[in-house]
């Protein structure tokens, strides 16, 4: 397909997404758009230097004890921002699992481009293509791929993966190509391991942010803020106790104010990601002004998190006016409040799966007792895979490559926390 068509096509199908309007005051162009030339981007500033051996952050993810209490059926999987020989930003893994097995991986890897906001965006490549990049990509993680396979062998479909990523390279590990050589679990990685993510938080609290490894159940009546645009959103939660915000100030601000237990804060609004992760909004709300905010609300039990909105879940460095190293998003603000888990997305999701999306994600945890936030995405995941073709050579023209757009859009969707956190919000009266 010509370049024009490719244009032609994205520019149609990636219409109606959860981003701000064209021309809105607060708008900040997608992440490729901004970036300088790659001679440039790479410079030793734009990321985190780890071979400082007094960096805390680092510290957190290398040095602390990451098998201890892991539970039956859990592992994590460390990626350490490094450098390689000649500066360039770089990564490494470790994996430990709950049945003892550490692996230190030997091998380096040099910082992918694989952002799913810039890649699959009005600018960005097709369907297809992107797919393929992926697992061309992953094919070459040999010691991953051998150690997942380890873990599946070890814990079938229990299997609970926590990915811990410092790197702020914002690499879409769901969309990591599984190879095995039997073939059974052949795929995209989070359609097939329940997968959520973790980061390094840096809080003078670190007692209010809640166990990736406990089993948390969230319990208590919704609060939302459903930005007026997305109000069939509203027919999702007409089943719960629901404590509307009439925008995302208002949200925060009743967030930030002590109260009952609450099962769920769902937000339905337009998102925004730019270079620097300062120049974020979520219901125009700049991140600026919710990274140093505190939702006492999170702290008396556990309540799970969803942002649906475009680009809700992206982390990064700010490397223009704060250079501290420290990840920040609006996950992690959540997160480090006490947040028992973050349901968001890496990029830009079109206004109608958004809704599906959370349509489906209420009605699996509604109907399935016992069914964790991670499981039920990771179900909805392999659900869009299976439904797409397999053979990517075989996909060309609009309506096939369309069809993986499906796909895409349900691994944009990231987990933070905890893999075990179930939500069980209060019915309203009369519902059910
Ligand atoms: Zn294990």
């Not at 990601?273 to 120049?279: A, D, I, L, N």
């Not at 990517?392 to 956190?421: D, I």
Request: net charge neutral; hydrophobic share 40%; with cysteine.
């Amino acid at each position: 397909m010509i370049p024009e068509n490719r244009r032609r096509f994205l520019g149609a199908v990636l219409g109606g997404a959860r981003r701000a309007p064209g021309g809105a005051g607060r708008m900040r162009p997608p992440v490729t758009r901004s970036r300088p030339a790659p001679e440039a981007r790479d410079t030793p500033d734009s990321v985190p230097d780890t071979r400082d051996a007094g960096d805390p952050m680092v510290l957190d993810v290398i040095e602390a004890n990451l098998g201890a209490g892991l539970p039956e059926g859990m592992a994590l999987l460390t990626v350490i921002p490094v450098r390689q020989d000649d500066g360039s930003p770089a990564f490494r893994l470790r994996g430990v699992c709950c049945c003892g097995d550490a692996t230190d991986f030997p091998e380096v890897y040099g910082r992918p481009r694989l952002e799913l906001g810039s890649l699959v965006s009005g600018d960005g490549e097709l369907p297809a293509d992107v797919l393929s990049l992926m697992q061309m990509w992953s094919r070459t993680k040999t010691w991953l791929i051998r150690w997942l396979d380890r873990r599946l062998a070890a814990h079938g479909d229990r299997l609970q993966l926590v990915i811990w990523d410092d790197t702020g390279y914002r690499i879409p590990w769901e969309l990591f190509w599984l190879e095995n050589n039997s073939g059974r679990y052949e795929g995209w990685l989070g359609g097939i391991v329940t997968t959520t993510r973790w980061l390094s938080i840096r809080t003078s609290w670190p007692e209010a942010v809640r166990d990736y490894r406990s089993a948390h159940t969230c319990t208590g009546p919704v609060a939302t803020y459903i930005d007026g645009a997305m109000d069939h959103d509203l027919s999702l939660l007409s089943g719960y106790q629901v404590e509307p915000s009439g925008s995302m100030y208002e949200l925060t601000k009743a967030l930030r104010t002590d109260g009952d237990a609450l099962a769920l804060v769902y937000v339905a609004a337009h998102g925004e990601f730019g270079e620097q992760v300062s120049e974020c909004t979520l219901g125009s709300l700049p991140l600026m002004h919710v990274d140093p905010m505190r939702f006492l609300r999170l702290k008396p039990s556990a309540t799970f998190v969803f942002l649906n909105a475009c680009h809700s879940g992206s982390l990064g460095y700010d490397t223009k006016w704060i250079n501290d190293r420290v990840l920040r998003g609006f996950a992690e603000v959540f997160l480090r409040s006490g947040a028992a888990g973050v349901l968001a997305t890496n990029g830009g999701v079109g206004d109608r799966l958004a809704h599906e999306m959370a349509g489906e994600l209420l009605r699996r945890l509604r109907d399935t007792p016992g069914l964790s936030v991670a499981q039920a995405v990771r179900d909805l995941r392999a659900e869009a895979a299976s439904l797409a073709p397999v053979d990517l050579a075989a996909v060309t023209g609009t309506a096939a490559n369309k069809k993986l757009l499906t796909l895409l859009y349900r691994f944009m969707y990231v987990c933070y926390g905890s893999p075990r956190t179930q939500v069980l919000p209060d019915t309203a009266k009369g519902a059910r």
